[in-house]
C-alpha cells in the first residue's frame, strides 16, 4: 500500500510542522476562549510624548523628518488585521476581532519619545516597545518565543496549558505570575501588575468577555483575533501582528517567511495523492457533536496532509452540528 504509507510521511510531516511552526493554529481550550478581549486605558491626548521609559529604545531628540521603523511588516494570509506605517507611528487595526463583529478596534502605536498625532479619535494609544506583556491565551506564547522576546513575559492566564519550552522554564524559575483562577480572572492581581501590554481576544459575547473592566481599569489590551482566521498560514501571519508592539518586524517576517515556505513546500507534496484516506474529526460540547466547516484551518489541514474529509460538504469557517 505505497500510497497510504506515502500519506502516513507526508501527513506525520505536515502535522509535526503545523504544531512546531505555526504559532497562531492552535484551537484555543474552553478556558482560553472565555478569556477578555481587549481595548485601551486611558488615551494619551493629542501632542502628548509617548511614554518616556529608560533605555536606548526611547527617542532622546525627536526628529519629524525620521522614518523610527525602517523595518516594515507585510500583510499577505491574514484578513483580520492591517498596518499603516508613518514616520514615528503605526496605525493598526483589527477589522474582524470576532465572528460577525460589527466592530473594530484601532491602536496608535507611537514610538516612545515621539509624540502623539491628531486625528485618530478611536485609537488606543500605546507606546512602542512595550517593555512587559501578559498573554491571557497560550497561542501568543510561541510569537514571543520566535521574536526572542520571552524575557518581557511577565504572567499569563493560568501555568497548565502552558506547553512553549522558554515560557514553562520562566515558570520552574518562579518568573511569572498567573492571573486566573479556573475562568475568573484576577483583576485586582493584573492591576498590580501594570503591564505595558495585555494580548488576549474577545468572543462578542458581553456576558464572556471582560474587556470592558480592563479598560475602566486603565490598562492597554490588544485583541488578537487569529482564531476568526479562514487559513492555516492566516493564522499563523498574526505572529506578525505581536511584533508590532515590539518592533520587531524583521524578526516576524523572517519567522514567517520560514513557516510558510516550509508549509507550502509540505502542503505540495500531497496534491497529486491518488489515494486519500477519509477522515472524520471534531468534538462533543453539551451533548452535541460538532465538526468543522469546509472553509474552516481545521478542513485546510486535512486536505493539505493528503486526506479527504468527510463532511467537507458543511459550509462556513466554524464548527457546528452535521446533521446525521
Not at 500519506?7 to 484551537?27: D, K, S, Y
Not at 511614554?51 to 527617542?59: A, K, T, Y
Not at 484516506?277 to 486535512?302: E, R
Request: proline share 7%; glycine share 8%; charged share 20%.
Amino acid at each position: 500500500m505505497p500510497h497510504h504509507r506515502s500519506f502516513r510521511t507526508i501527513g506525520a510531516a505536515i502535522a509535526l510542522l503545523a504544531l512546531a511552526g505555526c504559532p497562531g493554529c492552535r484551537v484555543s481550550t474552553q478556558s482560553e476562549a472565555e478569556t477578555p478581549s481587549g481595548a485601551s486605558g486611558e488615551p494619551s491626548a493629542p501632542g502628548d510624548i509617548a511614554q518616556q521609559r529608560e533605555g536606548s529604545e526611547c527617542i532622546s531628540n525627536y526628529d519629524p523628518s525620521k522614518d523610527y521603523f525602517p523595518n516594515k511588516i507585510t500583510v499577505t494570509f491574514a484578513e483580520g488585521f492591517s498596518v499603516t506605517y508613518h514616520n514615528h507611528y503605526k496605525h493598526v487595526t483589527v477589522s474582524q476581532p470576532w465572528k460577525d463583529a460589527d466592530t473594530a478596534f484601532e491602536y496608535l502605536l507611537v514610538q516612545c519619545g515621539a509624540p502623539v498625532p491628531e486625528g485618530f479619535p478611536a485609537a488606543q494609544v500605546i507606546s512602542v516597545p512595550v517593555d512587559s506583556v501578559v498573554a491571557l491565551s497560550t497561542t501568543h506564547l510561541p510569537h514571543l518565543d520566535l521574536l526572542g522576546e520571552v524575557d518581557r513575559l511577565k504572567g499569563v492566564s493560568n501555568f497548565d496549558q502552558v506547553n512553549t519550552p522558554s515560557v514553562r522554564a520562566k515558570i520552574d524559575r518562579g518568573e511569572l505570575q498567573s492571573f486566573y483562577s479556573g475562568s475568573s480572572l484576577d483583576l485586582e492581581r493584573l492591576v498590580l501588575a501594570q503591564p505595558d501590554l495585555i494580548t488576549t481576544y474577545g468572543t462578542g459575547d458581553g456576558d464572556r468577555d471582560t474587556h470592558p473592566r480592563l479598560i475602566q481599569a486603565g490598562l492597554s489590551v490588544a485583541i488578537n483575533a487569529e482564531y476568526v482566521e479562514r487559513s492555516v498560514l492566516g493564522r499563523a501571519e498574526w505572529l506578525k501582528f505581536t511584533a508590532l508592539f515590539l518592533n520587531q518586524e524583521a524578526k516576524a517576517e523572517a519567522a514567517f517567511g520560514q513557516i510558510s515556505s516550509q508549509y507550502q513546500a509540505m502542503a505540495a507534496l500531497t496534491q497529486n495523492l491518488r489515494d486519500r484516506p477519509t477522515v472524520v474529526t471534531g468534538f462533543s460540547h453539551k451533548g452535541t457533536w460538532y465538526m468543522p466547516g469546509n472553509d474552516s484551518y481545521v478542513a485546510q489541514y486535512l486536505r493539505d496532509a493528503g486526506a479527504s474529509y468527510l463532511w467537507r460538504d458543511l459550509p462556513g469557517p466554524g464548527s457546528n452540528p452535521p446533521g446525521f
